[in-house]
Each structure stands twice: as C-alpha cells, then as structure tokens.
C-alpha cells in the first residue's frame, strides 16, 4: 500500500501549473484527517487512463454530468487509502476490465486539480487527481457499468480530438511519450 503522501514525497511536476496543483494537494494531504473526504470542497481522487499497448488505443469513458469524454476513476471508498488500489477498483467497476494492472510501473503520471461542477446532490467542489496508465490485455472485453456511461477504444490523436479538457490532453501527451 502507498500513501497518497509518499506518491507525492517523490512526484517531479512538469510545469508552474502542475506545481501549484501539487502544492495544492500535499497541503490538503498534510492537513486532512482523511483527504478523500467529499466533506472537503478540494479532495483526493484517482483516475487513469486505461491503454492497450500493442494496439497504442486507449479507453475513455463517457461521464455524463460532465458531458465529455474521460478517463475512468473517482472517489475512494471509505477507508480506502492507496490510490493506487482506488483507482484499480474504479476500472474494474467502470470497465468490467478484470486484468487492469498498473503500465508500464506503478507510478504516479500527472497531479491536477480539477472543478466539479454542481450536482442534484452536492455542491460545486473540486477534484485533486493523482493520475495513473493501467494495461489491458483483453480490450474486447471492456465493458460499460451502465447505459449511460458508453466506453470507447480510440487511437491517441482521436482522442486529443474527442476530449474537451486541457488537463486531460496533457495526460494523454504523456502517456503518449510512454508508448
């Protein structure tokens, strides 16, 4: 198990942006009891991005309140406290992908902070996201927990096209660099 702490100990910003996110999570890290809280109007979640390597596809799944096309992930349940481990789960919901694994190492690619906007049942907040690659080899199994939340296997440049998000462009530029 890594805590979201150690994650951070070792984590290389790219740029001022991604520091000024990264200061802004080791702060809520060193100061909340529990940073994954959604008590907290800034709180942890882990995302990534689910890859297939021999075809350089990656998933992404639509997110209805959002209306866009994301990587898969969220909230950690309660007493989860490994990213790591949260966002495994999250795939395995979001996808039906049962050999997700960690690509190509366990580490940690991209920190930001993201609005939420509100919702029917809690307010406008934001998301601090450590982001993640996770492997499949079985794609043709990938599968949408529900109706609404379609799933899509896309080539990098369609999904830099389908994506709404400046901060997800750059995640997939650096898995991009990993392929």
């Known amino acids: 198990m ?31 009891a529990d940073p994954w809280s959604r008590e907290h109007p800034v709180h942890l979640t882990a995302s990534a991005l689910v890859v297939h390597p021999p075809t350089r596809q990656v998933l992404l799944r639509w997110h209805q309140r959002m209306a866009a096309w994301l990587q898969i992930g969220g909230h950690g ?25 960690p690509w190509p190492n366990r580490d940690l ?5 993201v609005p939420v906007p509100a919702g029917r049942t809690e307010p406008a907040h934001e ?12 794609p043709e ?20 096209e389908l994506v709404t998000e400046d901060n997800l462009r750059e995640t997939l530029s650096r898995v991009d660099r990993l392929f």
């Open 109 to 113: 690619l991209h920190v930001v902070v």
């Open 141 to 160: 199994d990938a599968r949408p927990e529900k109706p609404t939340a379609p799933l899509r296997w896309v080539e990098l440049p369609q999904a830099r």
């Open 77 to 101: 349940d309660p007493g989860e406290t490994d990213p790591l481990q949260v966002v495994l789960r999250e795939g395995q919901e979001e996808t039906g992908l049962g050999d997700l694994r």
């Open 127 to 138: 998301h601090a996201d450590l982001r993640f690659v996770l492997a499949t080899d079985r």
């Open 2 to 32: 890594v805590l979201p702490a150690a994650l951070l100990a070792g984590y290389r910003p790219a740029d001022d942006l991604e520091a000024a996110d990264v200061d802004r999570v080791r702060a809520l890290v060193d100061a909340a």
